[in-house]
């Protein structure tokens, strides 16, 4: 099993940033793609960023030019890095990381822009 743990979520204003963090452990063989979703109240879960295990790197139209997602292969962590914060940005953001073939989830951290 691979165990995912997410931090770095909190309550920000407009305009402000935020740095998400998640640290994969566990019985890993190799972590392909690291993917962040995220999840607003009553809303389904979308796909905010991915990034390859060689750093291609991919994003949803709403963050582009404000989110980025990177990626430590020596920590088996992956992050996601968010300017320019934005109300509609509020939401649960998961982290989905492919161990080899098999994709894990982590347990959420919640992100509030508000003034």
């Known amino acids: 099993q691979v165990q995912l743990v997410e931090s770095g979520g909190g309550l920000v204003q407009p305009g402000g940033s935020l740095r998400l963090s998640c640290a994969a452990s566990g019985r890993i063989i190799k972590i392909n793609s690291i993917k962040w979703y995220r999840q607003a109240s009553g809303k389904q879960r979308n796909l905010v960023a991915t990034?390859?295990?060689?750093?291609?790197?991919n994003y949803a139209d709403s963050v582009k030019g404000r989110f980025t997602i990177s990626r430590d292969n020596s920590k088996n962590t992956g992050y996601l890095q968010m300017n320019s914060l934005k109300p509609e940005d509020t939401a649960v953001y998961y982290c989905n990381v492919e161990n080899w073939s098999t994709p894990y989830w982590g347990q959420g951290t919640q992100v509030t822009v508000s003034s």
């Open positions: 990034i390859t295990r060689g750093g291609l790197t």
